[in-house]
Each structure stands twice: as structure tokens, then as C-alpha cells.
Nanobody, 123 residues
């Protein structure tokens, strides 16, 4: 059974940093494209960053230079390092997985999802 478990979300002041983690089980992790999405209240879920199983990454323009996605295949874990956080980064952050997927920005292309972790950035 595939399971994705996010952690690391919390309340942080603007300008601060957080690192989110997503631990995967029940999958051959190295064969999966892993991604982070986020959903703010009243808004649609949106793509943040992805790390393709081949080693290529893609990041949303509005967080480039502030957010970095990384993965550790030995630990079956994907990370999202978030620096210089802004109030508009406040959202529930979700981890997603797609078997040998491309760097899709669409939620429809990811078959497995975590339960989400709340990130709140205060001004």
C-alpha cells in the first residue's frame, strides 16, 4: 500500500525558513517523480515543485530562488526547503507521486497523495 506522509509544516514569521519532508512507503521510490503542491483557502491546488525520477527538477516561477526541492532515494524522502517565506505562501502543502512521470504541473497526473501539512506565514 502506497503511503506518503508529510511533515514540517508550522507557523513561521515572514522572512523565515522551513523544510518540509515527505516520506514514501510502498513504492519503488527511485522510479517516481515526486512533487509538491499547495492549496490556500478558497483557491485551487497549485503546483510548487517537482523532482523527476531521472534527476531533473522544475519549480514554480513565483517561488524560484526561494524554494528548493530535493530528494534522498536512500531514505525514500523528498524535501522542500522554503526560504524568505511570504504571507502568500500560506497554504496546505501536499506531496504527490507519479510513477516514471514527467514534470507535470497538473494534479491529474499524480496518482498518490499525502494528507498535507499546514504552513502559515505571519506578516
Amino acid at each position: 500500500q502506497v503511503q506518503l506522509v508529510e511533515s514540517g509544516g508550522t507557523l513561521v514569521q515572514a522572512g523565515g525558513s522551513l523544510r518540509l519532508s515527505c516520506a514514501a512507503s510502498g513504492v519503488t521510490f527511485s522510479s517516481y517523480t515526486m512533487a509538491w503542491f499547495r492549496q490556500a483557502p478558497g483557491k485551487e491546488r497549485e503546483f510548487v515543485a517537482a523532482f523527476r525520477w531521472t534527476g531533473v527538477t522544475k519549480t514554480r516561477d513565483s517561488v524560484k530562488g526561494r524554494f528548493t526541492i530535493s530528494r534522498d532515494n536512500a531514505k525514500n524522502t523528498v524535501y522542500l526547503q522554503m526560504n524568505s517565506l511570504k504571507p502568500e505562501d500560506t497554504a496546505v502543502y501536499y506531496c504527490a507521486a507519479d510513477y516514471q512521470g514527467d514534470l507535470s504541473v497538473s494534479t491529474y497526473d499524480y496518482h498518490y497523495w499525502g494528507q498535507g501539512t499546514q504552513v502559515t506565514v505571519s506578516s
